[in-house]
């Protein structure tokens, strides 16, 4: 019993320790503290907002739905601009947009087919 007590003892003085030896690595790193960054205003959930008359592609449906056949409309607060042609691309969920870019050249061209073939069948 007397063992534990000292035990407890022992391991509260060394967390003490540490405690004060981190202070004063503070104090002798000129006092400053870290402050969490600044939060963006717009959230972290949604994408920026696509610039002022942007045409969203495939009349703003999400490309991963229109490759699986669904016509799937999307808001566009979740999307990508192909930083190679520039075009804006719209999403329904965060999951579809993250899958997306895992191949992005090759979702374009299913979506574009599927959305060829329904133009075409719908005209």
Known sequence: MQRRLVLLVLLAGASVGLSSARAAENDSAGG?????PARHPGGIWKASVPPVGMKAEFGGHDPIGLASGAMIKADCSLNWIDPDTGKL???SSATSQSYFQDWPKRNIGRASRQWQERSVGGS
């Open 32 to 36: 400053e503290v870290r402050l969490a």
């Open 89 to 91: 691309y719209c999403f």
